[in-house]
């Protein structure tokens, strides 16, 4: 499975990005996804997450209400959209993809979300 990130950007506090993530190669094996972000010296963290079928999601506490997943299965894609951003939310962002049976972690290259204040 093969993960591209994009959508990244510079952007002032309270503006909106929305990142994409497409997915391309054996992607019947994932049953779920998300984006992660990791900023200089701290560990990356989960920001969202959605499961196939159900479609269910769940958000880090600390962008709940502000940012949306989703996922266009048709496109093998999935999104991000941000909004009310704010310079704690600068971090590079990782697509992931979890395969259902191995439960393998295939990642994205990232792409940068920078926001000024």
């Known amino acids: 499975v093969q993960l591209v990130e994009s959508g990244g950007g510079l952007v002032q506090a309270g503006g909106s990005l929305r990142l994409s993530c497409a997915a391309s190669?054996?992607?019947?094996?994932?049953?779920?996804m998300g984006w992660y972000r990791q900023a200089p010296g701290k560990q990356r963290e989960l920001v969202a997450a959605?499961?196939?079928?159900?479609?269910?999601?769940n958000y880090a506490d600390s962008v709940k209400g502000r940012f949306t997943i989703s996922r266009d299965n048709a496109k093998n894609t999935m999104y991000l959209q941000m909004n009310s951003l704010k310079p704690e939310d600068t971090a590079v962002y990782y697509c992931?993809?979890?395969?259902?049976?191995?439960?393998?972690?295939?990642w994205g290259q990232g792409t940068q979300v920078t926001v000024s204040s």
């Open positions: 959605i499961i196939s079928g159900g479609g269910s999601t």
């Open positions: 992931n993809a979890r395969a259902s049976i191995s439960k393998y972690n295939y």
């Open positions: 190669g054996r992607t019947f094996n994932i049953n779920a």
